[in-house]
């Protein structure tokens, strides 16, 4: 099985008019989502931001829990952000996983929306136990990836589905099911 990291993107998304926009870091987001990449083992979670007051306001959050007080208040909040790294761009991301693996990571998108070619959870989870090759899977914010983003992915995962018509779920939710779907 080769390593999985995970890439939360806030710019290009979308805004609900599907214009093409950046979104601000959440503080809710880095914590759960760190928390995740730590109970199914992931490798990495970049939180990717263009814009170095974003960055550096989520420096300043994860540092209150890796040093000091909050370090000592909750030591598993410190390992959860143990294996989380801020960065620029998708591209940043993709060289540093080429640094460490040797290759670049599969890309995995996912998306609310349904596009033709989607793979579904247990095809993926099978190629993630088998193969060694890294794998990258990236979560949008606002109202999600760019078209051009989820076209160059290697593969797209089925969007999560409930019995009705509303999918209106947050990244930490789609975030906490697909890492359940896929290494649970
Ligand atoms: C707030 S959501 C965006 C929801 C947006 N309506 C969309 O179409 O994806 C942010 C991210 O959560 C993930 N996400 C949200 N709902 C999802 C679903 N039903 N299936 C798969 N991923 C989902 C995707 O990564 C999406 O970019």
Redesign the pocket.
């Known amino acids: 099985m080769g390593d999985l990291y995970l890439a939360l993107i806030h710019a290009p ?1 979308y805004n609900k008019n599907m214009e093409v926009v950046a979104t601000s870091i959440t503080n809710l987001d880095i914590h759960d989502i760190a928390r995740c990449a730590a109970t199914f083992d992931l490798k990495r979670y970049y939180v990717v931001h263009p814009a170095e007051a974003q960055r550096s306001l989520a420096q300043r959050i994860m540092a209150f829990w890796q040093e000091g007080f909050g370090a000592e208040y909750n030591p598993n909040r410190q390992e959860a952000f143990a294996r989380v790294r801020l960065a620029v761009e998708l591209k940043e991301v993709l060289e540093e996983i080429k640094a460490e693996q040797g290759m670049y990571p599969a890309l995995v998108a ?4 349904r596009y033709p070619n989607t793979v579904s959870y247990a095809d993926m989870r099978r190629r993630l136990e088998q193969e060694e090759k890294p794998a990258l899977l ?8 760019v078209r051009e983003l989820m076209e160059n992915a290697d593969f797209i ?1 089925e ?3 409930g019995p009705g018509e509303y ?5 930490r939710s ?1 975030v906490a099911i ?1 890492l359940d779907r896929l290494r649970g």
């Open positions: 998304v996912t998306d609310a929306r990236l979560f949008g914010t606002g109202w999600g990836l995962l969007p999560i589905y999918n209106h779920l947050s990244v789609a697909i």
